[in-house]
């Protein structure tokens, strides 16, 4: 078993001590499951030892947000491992505790200015308004990503502890936290980074939630599978029947296509032979379009029973159409997959876009 392989089994252990629940306002995540997983250490993977992490490799976190992602957990671990983390480390900025939850907040209209509170360089006042951040009022520290002071190209990344912050309350579709953060002047350390490296941050948050939906169809698939297989319908298992499995067939080649993109991007970032840019975006406009397909298919084979709360369906398919929408529509990553390309020029267009994983 290779140490990726055990990584997942723990997860998965995890996990059957924590079945799926509806979120609401008095139990917005599973505080429960986080606290396993930090103990275990997996709140840190992928993230270097020298800067508090777990360490391992990218594959590594992908595989515990896949795994999670998957098992419907709600706890911010993909934010943590994916994005805010990474974008930390890479800005050479502390990275919070693991054990303490982070997320990322790159919407609104929050500003940068320059402080001198006499704390040393590198700090900033934030101005503003973060929008739609995911688990706003779970999360312990939130990596905001504001606009860089007049004059000055590019963007400020600043870590914020969210203790003294008012979250609103607000929820997706599955019903996690997606409220407003107020930064009324609030200090932080932070890092300028170019136009480039800002645009590199919102990439691996499409990229993050790419990864959950593919997890998340392939579980959706492998459940619908099976209740075509069990559920009998004038004598015999609806999978029998011609019209179910050409369904069956077109979420099968709408999960496959999905994960073989997202696994492809994945394993060409960790080898760094990609653009994150713009193989982040192929990655989320196929896991988005796979949405619609796979969502709608799986509730059809199931019937009225997959429309029920008590059923387990709902607790994916939601999922999946709120990451549809978050961190870039696939109508923005088209666009900006199109202009990427376009830019490399009539000669090498074909270059560009083989290259893209």
């Known amino acids: 078993m290779s140490d990726q392989d055990l990584v997942v089994e723990t997860v998965r252990d995890i996990l059957s ?3 799926p629940f509806v979120l ?3 139990r917005p995540w599973d505080e429960g499951l986080w606290s396993t997983l930090a103990e275990a250490g997996l709140t840190g993977v992928g ?3 020298d800067a508090g992490g777990s360490g391992g490799e990218l594959a590594d976190a992908v595989a515990v947000v896949r795994t999670l992602a998957a098992g419907a957990g709600a706890v911010p671990v993909a934010e943590q491992l994916l994005v805010a983390g990474p974008a930390l480390v890479a800005a050479d900025l ?6 303490e939850p982070l997320t990322v907040a790159v919407d609104g209209t929050v500003t940068a200015e320059p ?3 006499g704390d040393g360089p590198g700090r900033f006042t934030l101005s503003g308004t973060a929008t739609d951040v995911a688990w706003a009022g779970v999360a312990r520290h939130v990596a905001v990503l504001a606009t860089a002071p007049a004059g000055i190209e590019g963007a400020v990344l600043a870590v914020v502890d969210a203790a003294g912050l008012t979250a609103s309350r607000a929820v997706n579709l599955a ?3 997606r409220g407003s953060l107020v930064l009324d002047g609030v200090g932080a350390r932070g890092a300028l ?7 590199e941050v919102r990439a691996r948050y499409a990229l993050a939630r790419a990864v959950q939906i593919s997890a998340a169809l392939e579980q959706v698939l492998a459940w619908t599978v099976q209740y075509a297989g069990e559920r009998q319908q004038f004598g015999r298992p609806l999978g029998k029947f011609q019209a179910i499995q050409m369904e069956l067939a077109q979420m099968a080649g709408e999960v496959t296509s999905t994960a073989a993109l997202v696994d492809a991007v994945v394993q060409a970032l960790g080898r760094g032979e990609a653009t994150v840019g713009l193989a982040a975006a192929a990655a989320k406009v196929r896991a988005g379009e796979a949405v619609e397909r796979v969502a709608k298919l799986a509730h059809q084979v199931h019937g009225a029973i997959g429309f029920t709360q008590e059923h387990r369906l709902h607790h994916l398919t ?5 990451w549809r929408d978050e961190a870039g529509s696939e109508l923005t990553w088209s666009r900006f997959l199109g202009a990427g390309l376009v830019a490399a020029g009539p000669q090498d267009v074909w270059p560009a876009f083989t290259a893209v994983v």
């Open 17 to 19: 001590g924590h079945e």
């Open 24 to 26: 609401t306002a008095e």
């Open 47 to 49: 993230l270097p030892e």
């Open 94 to 99: 502390d990275l919070p505790s693991p054990e």
């Open 115 to 117: 402080s001198d509170d």
């Open 175 to 177: 019903g996690e936290p």
């Open 193 to 199: 980074l170019t136009p480039a490296q800002a645009a």
């Open 318 to 322: 939601r999922r999946c159409w709120s």
